[in-house]
């Protein structure tokens, strides 16, 4: 896992944009962004990307909640910019790569890296009690939340990151999860 890679390709595009929402990132990319019902069941398709005849789409289930949406599409836009080697085939959360994958590690971290800026995990630590509290505070699921403190542990914060965090975890997550993680 090239933890430099994911950190420059989330900075430059931050840069380049002037810009850390996903969706408004997508647009500025010219990534089509579209959002479908896909189930309310567990097991449903979260999202996907698919680049095809130079076209690249990131497709969202409309199930979810705001907050999981804004994960997800993080998640397939680390995809569109990371995997952009991957010709004509897609990522799809149904099954067609194996849980372990690292494209979709490399998309977790990617997600991680956009959506926690390092001042925002550093003052939810402060003001946290238990890891849990971090994830809640922050609004997003506890495997995230130990991904960026990989992250930040590479960048040369003083941290101990857990790295227990499943890469299928936001597959088993329910569909209708609530906003506060």
Known sequence: MNFDLIIDKVRGIIDECDES????????????????????????CKGFFIRRLGISVITVNSELTDTFRRIITAHELGHAVLHTDIGERGFLDVGYFNEADDCEKEANFFAAE???PDNDVLEAIEES??????????????ELVDMKLQLMEHKGYDLLAPKSASPDFMRNMDVQYGEGF
């Open 129 to 142: 009690r238990t890891y849990f509290d971090i994830a809640s505070k922050l609004y997003v699921p506890a």
């Open 114 to 116: 956009l959506l926690l």
């Open 21 to 44: 929402d996903p969706g408004r990132l997508c647009r500025d990319l010219g990534i089509i962004l579209e959002y479908e019902p896909m189930g309310a069941a567990k097991q449903a």
